[in-house]
């Protein structure tokens, strides 16, 4: 059994480093990435705070998003950066790893119960949209993001609370790039089980009740479309949804993949990359997604721009 130690340790964040090769490239690619991520959610909040076209409750809970991917990828980004920069691997302190890992679930879950609030907006809009003012009120939208964000503080608070109270070695080495739950929680020499079980558990319910709120949604607005007499209508009203449906399907995939399937047979390599996947590639999609696939955004964002231009 390992050596434990009651005091704070330091952990050893192992990262990219038996990858050698791949470091340079990595950090440009990820550094790359990294700006054109700071670009695209700026842009997405800049354009549905100025433009009166998008001043709707559908493009205020984007702007949270927004919001919450620049504040969820600045979590990790910097401090991958900085690793990936060194050829050794780089302590975190203990309190870092904390910080790390309570903003990485806060972030994670308040965007799982603002995807829901984004899907029940579109079901409002589009299967009852006689009561959209009174349902999707601005009281309403911001009780949604503040429940939103209180949910993961909450989920947070009590996932932190549970991991980093359990015994851990003294030289605990996590091989990750960052302190994820599942990576820290199997370094603990006490209580593992009990509390891997508890913390997953959880997890998957946060996961999986968000995503069955919004596939019901969906599966009204649906129904409706298909009730829909005209082609041309259909096409309206599903282009509407198009942009959530892609960011719904990025973010609850890659979160599905890396904590509900089995662990058992992954590598060390396939989970780092698939939590490079969901930490650094899809916050640069999303803004990507709902300017090229959404014609308000857009239209505003070519407005925008030939305004900028035509300026003295």
Request: net charge positive; hydrophobic share 50%.
């Amino acid at each position: 059994m390992a050596e434990e130690n009651h005091t704070l340790p330091e952990f050893l964040l192992l990262g990219f480093s038996d990858l050698r090769a791949l470091q340079g490239p990595l950090f440009w690619a990820v550094l790359l990435v990294y700006l054109v991520t700071l670009l695209g959610n700026s842009t997405i909040i800049l354009l549905t705070q100025a433009s009166p076209a998008l001043h709707s409750p559908m493009y205020f809970l984007l702007r949270h998003l927004s919001v919450m991917e620049l504040l969820y990828t600045t979590d990790i980004v910097p401090r991958t950066l900085a690793d990936l920069a060194s050829p050794h691997p780089q302590a975190i302190s203990f309190q870092g790893c904390v910080a790390q890992m309570y903003v990485f679930i806060v972030l994670g879950i308040s965007e799982c119960c603002l995807l829901t609030a984004m899907a029940y907006d579109r079901y409002i809009a589009i299967c009852r949209p006689l009561h959209y003012s009174a349902l999707m009120s601005w009281q309403a939208c911001m009780a949604m993001v503040a429940i939103s964000w209180l949910l993961g503080v909450i989920t947070a608070t009590t996932h932190s609370s549970l991991i980093f109270t359990l015994p851990f070695p003294s030289h605990p080495i996590i091989p990750h790039f960052l302190c994820d739950i599942l990576p820290v929680l199997r370094l603990a020499s006490a209580g593992k089980h009990k509390s891997e079980i508890s913390v997953v558990t959880a997890t998957v319910v946060f996961i999986m009740v968000p995503f069955s709120l919004i596939v019901a949604s969906y599966t009204r607005i649906l129904g409706a479309i298909l009730a829909m007499a005209s082609t041309q209508s259909r096409c309206k009203v599903f282009s509407t949804c198009s942009s959530h449906l892609l960011v719904v399907f990025l973010f609850f995939g890659t979160a599905s993949i890396t904590y509900i399937r089995p662990q058992g047979g992954s590598s060390v390599t396939m989970n780092r990359i698939r939590s490079l996947f969901y930490t650094v590639i899809t916050p640069m999609l999303n803004p990507i997604i709902y300017t090229l696939r959404n014609k308000e955004v857009a239209g505003a964002l070519r407005h925008m721009v030939k305004r900028q231009i035509s300026s003295p």
